[in-house]
C-alpha cells in the first residue's frame, strides 16, 4: 500500500523530506525506498557510507510504527495525503521541501489551490485583528480560501473572518499533530475551521508544539498559497520570516498591510513595503498582484502565477502570469457582453446586465480572479485580451 510506504518514510528518524525525495528517486518508488539497502542508501547525496547504516535501522524501526499510527489518525477522524496522492495540494507539491505526508482534520478540496495566507502578530492590536478579519472575509467571499497558522492574534481573526463568510474556506496549519491543540484555548475553534476546510500538519500525531517545528509550519503555509498578506508582524516576528520563505524560496507575491509608524507592531511590515511588498488598503490591490489565476478545473495540472514583483531584486517583469481560459458561466456570459477592450464603467455594465447588483460584483470579481476581465481605474473593467 503506496500510503503505508510514504507513512514509513515520513516516520523514518535522520531523513527530511529532501533526503526523502532523493532516496525514493533513486530506488524508483516509496516502497523500494523503505526496502533500500545499504548499498542504494550509500549513493545517495546526504546519506552516504557514515549514516547509511543508521538510515537503514531507522526504516525499520519506523515500519513497526506504521499501524500504530494509521490506528491514531483513524480514531481521530485523520485522514493522510502522500506525496503521490492525486489530491495532494498541487501548490505545495511544487516547493523545494514539501512535506511527504500531510495529516488532515476536515478535507482538501480543488478550490483551496487557490488561496491566500494572512499571517502576522499574536499580540495584535484592536486594528490588526479587525484588519485579519475584514481581508479574510473579503477574501473568503471572493472565493479565495483563506491559510494561516491558528495562533492567536491574527492567525485565529483570519481564520474567523473566512468562516464568517457564506461558504468561506480556511485552512490552519499547525505546528504540533493534529491531535494536539495550539494554543490550547483553541481547542473547538480548531472543531470548526475542521469544519469549514481543514486542519493541517505534517508532524506525526501527539507532536508537541515545539519551537524548531514553526519554521517548518511557515513554509507549508507559504506553500499551500498563491500569496501571503502580512498584517502587523514586528522585526523578529515569525511572520516575516514565511513572507520571506514566500518570495525567496516559493516565488509567491507578497502583500504588507501598512500601520501607524509609532506602533513597533507595524515595523516589520513596514520594512516588508521598503523592500519590495505591495502596500495593499484593499482586495483589489492583492487580486491585482495575484493575477489572473486558473479556472479550479485546471488547477491540479497548471503552474502557479507568481508575482511580477521580486521582493529582494527590486525588478519588474511586466508579463503578464499564463492560465487556461476560463469556461464562462451563463451569468458570467450575460456580463461579458457588456465589457469590450476599451474600459467600460460598472454603472453601464449593471444597467444592460439586467442582474441582481450584487450577483454582477460578485461575478466580477471571480472573472478578475480567473483572468476573464481587468478592473481599471477602480469603476471600470476591461476583458483580458
Known amino acids: 500500500m503506496p500510503l503505508k510506504d510514504w507513512l514509513q518514510l515520513s516516520l523514518t528518524d535522520g531523513i527530511g523530506n529532501v533526503l526523502t525525495a532523493r532516496l525514493v528517486q533513486a530506488a524508483g518508488s516509496a516502497a523500494n525506498a523503505c526496502a533500500a539497502?545499504?548499498?542504494?542508501?550509500?549513493?545517495?547525496?546526504g546519506i552516504g557510507p557514515h549514516s547509511a547504516h543508521r538510515i537503514q535501522s531507522a526504516l525499520r524501526d519506523a515500519a513497526v510504527r506504521v499501524d500504530d499510527e494509521l490506528a491514531r489518525c483513524q480514531g481521530a477522524s485523520v485522514s493522510l495525503v502522500c506525496l503521490d496522492d492525486p489530491n495532494y495540494p498541487a501548490t505545495l507539491r511544487t516547493i523545494p521541501d514539501p512535506p511527504v505526508v500531510l495529516y488532515v482534520r476536515g478535507d482538501l478540496q480543488p478550490r483551496d489551490l487557490n488561496a491566500v495566507a494572512i499571517v502576522g502578530s499574536r499580540r495584535c492590536s484592536h486594528y490588526g485583528r479587525e484588519q485579519a478579519e475584514r481581508f479574510a472575509a473579503l477574501?473568503?467571499?471572493?472565493?479565495?480560501?483563506?491559510?494561516s497558522g491558528g495562533a492567536r492574534g491574527v492567525d485565529s481573526a483570519a481564520h474567523r473572518g473566512a468562516m464568517a463568510q457564506t461558504n468561506g474556506r480556511t485552512i490552519a496549519v499547525l505546528?504540533?499533530?493534529?491531535?494536539?491543540?495550539?494554543?490550547?484555548?483553541?481547542?473547538?475553534?480548531?472543531?470548526?475551521?475542521?469544519?469549514?476546510?481543514a486542519v493541517i500538519s505534517e508532524f506525526p500525531m501527539n507532536t508537541p508544539p515545539l519551537k524548531e517545528n514553526f519554521p517548518r509550519r511557515n513554509r507549508v503555509v507559504s506553500g499551500l498559497s498563491r500569496g501571503v498578506l502580512v498584517i502587523e508582524a514586528d522585526i523578529r516576528s515569525g511572520a516575516l520570516i514565511t513572507a520571506r520563505v514566500a518570495a525567496s524560496d516559493h516565488g509567491r507575491p507578497v502583500f504588507a498591510l501598512p500601520g501607524r509608524v509609532d506602533n513597533a507592531m507595524s515595523?516589520?511590515?513596514?520594512?516588508?513595503?521598503?523592500?519590495?511588498?505591495?502596500?495593499?488598503?484593499?482586495?483589489?490591490?492583492?487580486?491585482?498582484?495575484?493575477?489572473?489565476?486558473?479556472?479550479?478545473?485546471?488547477?491540479?495540472?497548471?503552474p502557479?502565477?507568481?508575482?511580477?514583483?521580486?521582493?529582494?531584486?527590486?525588478?519588474?517583469?511586466?508579463?503578464?502570469?499564463?492560465?487556461?481560459?476560463?469556461?464562462a458561466t451563463e451569468r458570467q456570459q450575460?456580463?461579458?457582453?457588456q465589457i469590450s477592450h476599451d474600459p467600460v464603467q460598472l454603472d453601464d455594465i449593471v444597467a444592460a446586465a439586467d442582474l441582481p447588483v450584487e450577483v454582477i460584483m460578485q461575478e466580477l470579481t471571480l472573472m478578475t480572479l480567473r483572468g476573464m476581465v481587468k478592473r481599471v481605474d477602480g469603476q471600470h473593467y476591461v476583458r483580458r485580451k
Open 334 to 337: 450575460i456580463i461579458l457582453a
Open 139 to 147: 477574501l473568503a467571499g471572493a472565493g479565495l480560501t483563506v491559510i
Open 37 to 45: 539497502d545499504r548499498a542504494l542508501l550509500e549513493q545517495i547525496n
Open 304 to 327: 502557479i502565477p507568481t508575482a511580477n514583483v521580486d521582493l529582494f531584486s527590486h525588478t519588474n517583469d511586466a508579463s503578464e502570469p499564463t492560465a487556461r481560459v476560463a469556461v
Open 267 to 302: 515595523a516589520g511590515a513596514h520594512e516588508l513595503i521598503r523592500d519590495g511588498a505591495t502596500l495593499v488598503t484593499c482586495l483589489d490591490h492583492i487580486l491585482e498582484g495575484l493575477g489572473p489565476l486558473p479556472d479550479i478545473a485546471s488547477l491540479p495540472s497548471d
Open 175 to 197: 505546528g504540533s499533530g493534529v491531535d494536539v491543540a495550539y494554543p490550547p484555548e483553541n481547542e473547538k475553534f480548531f472543531d470548526q475551521i475542521a469544519q469549514h476546510g
